[in-house]
């Protein structure tokens, strides 16, 4: 589908793929609230059902997490012999990683996702056509991100205020506080999570 032309108000049919319901929300009312054209007809929280929904629902535009509970989102593109849809990654991935998604040209968001970031990525994906190239970029990307022992492992911490991405190896201590988790780093900083500690 091209989106070059928005005179005649097309809507782009989009899916939000996340397994955390919070950055779903959020994303989603993002996109309601500050993006043009863009109608969410579903949402879906794993490579299941995020297969199954892409499948039911032939998208214009996915935006797709990296980390989900049952695999990584690379493992659901693997699925489909041709990918005829755009697709905005959403990542807590380390700076090296970000710099293969740059050399690969595929367009991603660095949680947390920031409004002004979110529309600029819209309207790119809304000048791009569909072709085989998006296959070759996305192969080209898993190669980058999986050729690097370098990558540094993060967690994406949903908390009052939002998300925080943290280090794996800048955490100390996790403990729990009822249904929180509260997290002990380096620099004598703590995050208390939303999430209780048995979900880590």
């Not at 097309?10 to 959020?26: A, F, H, L, N, Q």
């Not at 996915?62 to 005829?84: A, C, P, Q, R």
Request: glycine share 4%.
């Amino acid at each position: 589908m091209n989106f070059t032309d928005n005179s005649n108000l097309t809507m782009i049919r989009t899916i939000v793929v996340d397994d955390e319901k919070p950055s779903r929300e959020v994303i989603s009312n993002y996109l309601r609230d500050y993006c043009e054209n863009i109608q969410v007809i579903t949402t879906a929280s794993s490579v299941k059902s995020a297969f199954i929904a892409i499948k039911k629902h032939n998208p214009d535009l996915v935006f797709l997490d990296i980390e989900l509970g049952d695999g990584k989102g690379f493992d659901l593109l693997t699925m489909f012999e041709k990918i005829n849809f755009k697709i905005i990654f959403v990542t807590a991935y380390s700076e090296y990683a970000i710099r293969a998604f740059r050399v690969s040209a595929i367009d991603y968001l660095l949680k947390p996702v920031k409004i002004d970031e979110l529309k600029e990525a819209v309207e790119k994906a809304k000048t791009f056509r569909n072709d085989n190239a998006d296959t070759e970029r996305i192969a080209s990307l898993i190669k980058n991100l999986s050729g690097s022992p370098t990558i540094q492992p993060t967690l994406t911490i949903p908390h009052l205020k939002g998300f925080e991405v943290l280090k794996v190896n800048e955490i100390i201590m996790c403990k729990a506080d009822g249904y929180c988790t509260e997290f002990y780093l380096t620099g004598k900083r703590k995050v208390i999570s939303s999430k209780n500690l048995k979900n880590y």
